[in-house]
């Protein structure tokens, strides 16, 4: 069994970014008993998970070592850091302070604050596969830019509505969602818009009622820049604005597409990973040719990343083969807390301030953030 704070390949823990050691303010936060679980995972159950809220927690060995706490004002730590509790090869990582990606680490700053807000860039988490961490990195990523103070409007554009059950929001009692924001002319955005408990983080909520907008979109004038006209009135409001796409390359999808400015396509590290994306990147160009020529490839993420397999690095390495820079350095790791906060219906990075999979998702944010400055 893993030491506290060590992961099972025997590194530390330590989360991606800035994340340093307050020894003195551990006690009074958190009070900790360990023990082993059923399947001989070290867990901890946590009472109080360092945001002073009282509830429990049971975490696998991705917890932050003790007396670590994110802290996003803290001096910045060098990405290398990150990647090695990603990576296998932390010493060579770190002399070398290549990520797990292979390629060298660049700095990522934490994003300053801002004064005015929008007009928004719109993102669409895109890929026909189901299950690949599109929900999960379009509820992470959004709560990750707004912690760094940036307005996140999220969009649930999958009939299924797992965006929104992932925020807490029971799907089936909802009598207004995106549906009627896109099939009623002179439907107010702000009817729709739900507040997250997530600050400067709106939703527009989505149920079953959205399946029935493929087929009507059909006979519509302009059918594919639909959800466009209606998220114009909300452009001002945002600075980001990150559609979960449903897993298919159907009309809805294409409406996400054009009205995007950015793509960016999660990918799970596992086999079949990479069957498909031909298709993808196909859809996506001729949606850039015909529809909307400033839709970009923001980058490919690589999620439910396990470095200790072997496979997992090897697909990691077929994806940067492919893709080469689009790939994000930011590589999410496979962890049980991803799927406990659907459950909690809330963000890691509220539900687990604290544990890698938010400070990955903090490291994404600050990534994308990054690559929109560049331009
Ligand atoms: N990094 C991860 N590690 C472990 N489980 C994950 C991770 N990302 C997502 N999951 C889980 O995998 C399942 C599918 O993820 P989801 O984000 O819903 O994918 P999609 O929206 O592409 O269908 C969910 O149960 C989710 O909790
Ligand atoms: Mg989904």
Same mark, same amino acid.
């Given at each position: ?40 995972? +070290? ?27 994110? &802290? !996003? &004002? ?5 990405? !290398? ?17 290549? /990520?797990?990606?292979?390629? !060298? ?27 690949? /961490? ?30 929104? =059950? ?23 955005? &702000? ?55 449903? !897993? ?14 950015? =793509? ?46 072997? +496979? ?43 544990? =890698? /999979? ?14 929109? +400055?560049?331009?």
């Amino acid at each position: 069994m893993p030491a506290r704070g060590q992961s099972p390949t025997g590194l530390e823990a330590v989360g991606s970014v800035a994340v340093r050691t307050f020894a003195a303010q551990k006690s009074p936060r958190m009070t900790q008993t360990a023990h082993q679980s059923m399947d001989g995972h +070290h867990v901890n159950a946590m009472a109080g998970n360092g945001s002073g809220e009282n509830r429990t927690h049971f975490a696998d060995y991705d917890e932050l070592p003790e007396g670590h706490f994110y &802290d !996003p &004002d803290a001096e910045y730590e060098p990405d !290398p850091e990150y990647a090695a509790t990603l990576a296998p090869d932390a010493a060579r990582q770190r002399r070398e302070r290549v /990520g797990p990606t292979g390629r !060298p680490l660049p700095y990522f700053p934490i994003p300053g604050p801002l004064t005015d807000h929008g007009p928004a860039k719109i993102i669409a988490m895109c890929n026909q596969k189901g299950g690949v /961490g599109k929900t999960t990195s379009t509820i992470n990523l959004g709560a990750a830019l707004a912690e760094y103070g940036r307005r996140v409007l999220l969009v649930d554009f999958d009939p299924q509505g797992a965006l929104s =059950v992932g925020l807490g929001v029971n799907p089936m009692e909802l009598d207004l969602t995106v549906y009627n924001l896109l099939m009623e002319r002179g439907m107010a955005a &702000d009817e729709v818009l739900l507040k997250t408990a997530v600050p400067n983080m709106d939703l527009l909520p989505s149920n079953i009622d959205l399946s029935a907008a493929e087929v009507q979109l059909v006979s519509e004038v302009a059918r594919e820049s639909t959800l466009q006209r209606a998220l114009k009135p909300l452009m001002a409001d945002y600075d980001y604005i990150v559609i979960d796409c449903q !897993p298919s390359l159907g009309l809805l999808t294409v409406n996400a597409l054009t009205a995007a400015h950015k =793509v960016i396509v999660p990918l799970e590290c596992e086999f079949f990973a990479l069957r498909g994306v031909a298709l993808l990147t196909e859809t996506i160009e001729k949606v850039q040719e015909r529809l909307n020529p400033e839709l970009e490839l923001d980058g490919i993420l690589a999620t439910m990343y396990d470095s200790r397999t072997v +496979h997992s690095r090897e697909v990691l390495a077929r994806v940067v083969e492919a893709f080469d820079d689009h790939v994000y350095h930011t590589v999410i790791g496979r962890t049980v807390r991803f799927p406990e906060t659907t459950v909690a219906g809330e963000p890691i990075t509220t539900y687990a301030s604290n544990s =890698v /999979g938010a400070a990955a998702y903090r490291q994404l944010a600050r990534e994308v953030l990054a690559r929109c +400055h560049a331009e």
